[in-house]
């Protein structure tokens, strides 16, 4: 069975006339629009640098596990493992949101009921707020 043709191929088809055309014509745009797709990466390319790692099936397992614990695909938790300033990445985001969340509800209670502790109650969220946001 043949490939299915893109959406962004079947847009560029109908853009130059050539879906209704002979099966030359075809042929021709669509050697035009991988022309033009190619160029359009290339200059991409430059701009973004890609790696690429090899990892045996276990290694792979073990990244997915990980990734996995955190809420990330493989390769968000690759990314921001390389760029995390402390060579770890923020772990469990949403988890440290929700804690967030229960901090300020704390903080809002306490400052009707105890001004006292308000002001540690905020320190802590600046802190908590800074680590979750840290690249």
């Given at each position: 069975?043949p490939?299915?043709p893109?959406?962004?191929?079947?847009?560029?088809?109908?853009e130059t006339?050539?879906?209704h055309?002979?099966?030359?014509?075809i042929?021709?745009?669509?050697?035009?629009?991988?022309?033009?797709?190619k160029?359009?990466?290339?200059?991409n390319?430059?701009?973004?640098?890609e790696?690429?790692?090899?990892?045996?099936?276990d290694e792979y397992?073990?990244?997915?596990?990980?990734?996995a614990?955190r809420?990330m695909t493989p390769?968000?938790?690759?990314?921001k493992?390389?760029l995390?300033?402390?060579?770890e990445?923020?772990?469990?985001?949403?988890?440290l949101?929700?804690?967030?969340q229960?901090?300020?509800?704390?903080?809002?209670?306490?400052?009707?009921?105890?001004?006292?502790?308000?002001q540690?109650?905020?320190?802590?969220?600046?802190?908590?707020?800074?680590?979750?946001?840290?690249?």
């Amino acid at each position: 069975m043949p490939n299915k043709p893109s959406k962004k191929l079947l847009l560029f088809l109908q853009e130059t006339g050539a879906i209704h055309g002979t099966p030359e014509d075809i042929a021709l745009a669509k050697k035009e629009y991988t022309r033009l797709y190619k160029k359009n990466w290339k200059q991409n390319a430059i701009k973004n640098k890609e790696i690429r790692a090899t990892f045996t099936a276990d290694e792979y397992s073990h990244i997915q596990r990980k990734a996995a614990a955190r809420g990330m695909t493989p390769t968000t938790y690759i990314r921001k493992l390389a760029l995390a300033p402390g060579g770890e990445p923020v772990p469990h985001t949403n988890r440290l949101l929700l804690i967030l969340q229960k901090l300020r509800m704390a903080a809002i209670r306490a400052a009707r009921e105890n001004a006292s502790s308000v002001q540690l109650l905020d320190e802590i969220e600046r802190h908590l707020l800074e680590y979750i946001n840290q690249k």
